[in-house]
């Protein structure tokens, strides 16, 4: 890797392995040069490392070797991962969209359109996703035409409508015969990689909107 531009405490380089916040997933972690990395983000098409400490950042032209948290990487495309199962359980069950949510290394949140929540709901979403986890579903990444994508039914639900107009080809992550999703994070190769989640808690957010917290955990 070439560090191309350093200003303040950002590096951007010609490529990179770590991931920018977007998507609902958060950046990675890890070294350049050495120096810990402690945010990176998009802006247009260049990725902005951010780097603590004090030591002297690498100059424009110098090569750069990077080191992924791999820890905290696999831990975030476990969580993400659960979450599209658990997209795909609640609409193959009660056909309820997703409204937001926000996802950590190991534990998320997940808001839908339920109004109420059904009787035991929390018990029984706990169980649909960890049959599916277990079931080991591959996940495919493929890119489609944006003209092919906007007529996919799986992707008009969850709203390939809202990226913009100027990306021509979209990402899709397949879970093969569960879900599938435009989307440009990071997911493990099976659901089985993901392990188990433990549903925590379950609150209202208003009408037609309801929070599930959940867990990753080991099998
Ligand atoms: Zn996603």
């Not at 591959?138 to 906007?150: E, N, Q, W």
């Not at 990226?163 to 493990?188: C, F, M, N, W, Y």
């Amino acid at each position: 890797m070439t560090a191309v531009d350093a200003s303040g405490r950002v590096v951007q380089l010609d490529r990179t392995a770590f991931y920018a916040t977007g998507g609902g997933q958060p950046h990675d972690t890890g070294t350049l040069a050495g120096i810990p990395v402690v945010d990176v983000r998009k802006d247009g098409g260049n990725t902005w490392h951010t780097l603590g400490g004090d030591d002297p950042l690498p100059s424009a032209g110098d090569a750069v070797h990077g080191e992924l948290d791999w820890e905290r990487r696999h831990a975030l495309m476990r969580t993400h991962t659960a979450l599209h199962v658990l997209c795909g359980v609640i609409w193959k069950e009660w056909g309820k969209a997703v409204t937001g949510g926000n996802m950590e290394p190991l534990s998320a949140r997940m808001d839908f359109e339920f109004d109420p929540l059904p009787e035991g709901f929390g018990r029984r979403v706990e169980e649909l996703v960890n049959a599916e986890l277990a079931a080991a579903r591959p996940i495919a990444v493929s890119f489609l035409p944006r003209g092919t994508a906007v007529m996919d039914e799986d992707l008009i639900r969850t709203k390939v409508n809202m990226i913009p107009e100027s990306v021509s080809e979209i990402r899709v992550i397949d879970i093969i015969g569960l879900d599938k999703q435009a989307d440009g994070g990071t997911h493990v190769h099976s659901t089985a990689e993901v392990g188990r989640i433990r549903v925590l808690k379950t609150e209202s957010k208003g009408r037609g909107n309801k929070r599930v917290r959940l867990q990753v955990i080991d099998n």
